[in-house]
Every structure is written in C-alpha cells, then in structure tokens.
C-alpha cells in the first residue's frame, strides 16, 4: 500500500557528513508526520529527529545543532542532513512516517522503511 525506502548510509569519519533520504510511494493523499530514528547495536530504537505536517521540527539532544530533517511534498522524500557525525551516532536509520493514505481514510497510518546503515569510523 505504501512503500518507505532509505537511502544514502554509509561508512563515514568522525566529523564528516552523510544526507539520508526516505521516499514514499504508493497510497498517499497527506504526509501527517516525518520521523527518523535510529538502533545501535544493542540499544532500544530511539527518536533522532521529527517533523510534523506543520513544519515543527524537534530532536534529540544528542544530535542538537548537528542534524537537519526536511522534505521535498513534490517528491514525498524526506531528508535528514547529518553534520559533525561521531562515532556514536553509527546505527540503522529508520524512517516513520503516519500518512493518511486516501481522502476518506478515518485516520492515519504508521509506516516504516527498511533502514539504512550508517557507520561513523574515529
């Protein structure tokens, strides 16, 4: 119904810069809310950043100053720059996006990508 891929992951050095995107495809009448989060080897998924249908955007401390997330509605992709990496930010980058996927669609919908590995070497 509808489809999240990554990409743009990679290994990188400490304090070098990676972009992340997401497209969707598929069902889609609105884009409602944009997250990207990420899961280091032996740790819980956590939220990195997101980005509400208003424009709102928050993240999370450790990457504060570090990380931009934007979106291109023509392309439905969404975008997470990420500066000044270190070795800790390494882990799978999911993007989350709740959609609403018709007009008459009672609610929104949460859909997940595949992920996308980013490897910050010191």
């Known amino acids: 119904q509808v489809q999240l891929v990554e990409s743009g992951g990679g290994l990188v050095q400490t304090g070098g810069s990676l972009t992340l995107s997401c497209a969707a495809s598929?069902?889609?009448?609105?884009?409602?809310?944009i997250a990207w989060h990420r899961q280091a080897p032996g740790n819980e998924r956590e939220l990195v950043a997101h980005?509400?249908?208003?424009?709102?955007?928050n993240f999370a401390d450790s990457v504060k100053g570090r990380f931009t997330i934007s979106r291109d509605n023509a392309k439905n992709t969404v975008y997470l720059q990420m500066n000044s990496l270190k070795v800790e930010d390494t882990g799978v980058y999911y993007c989350?996006?709740?959609?609403?996927?018709?007009?008459?669609?009672?609610?929104?919908?949460?859909?997940w990508g595949q992920g996308t590995q980013v490897t910050v070497s010191s």
């Open positions: 598929g069902s889609i009448f609105k884009i409602n809310y």
């Open positions: 989350n996006e709740y959609i609403q996927t018709t007009p008459s669609a009672p609610r929104t919908y949460s859909f």
């Open positions: 980005l509400t249908s208003g424009g709102s955007t």
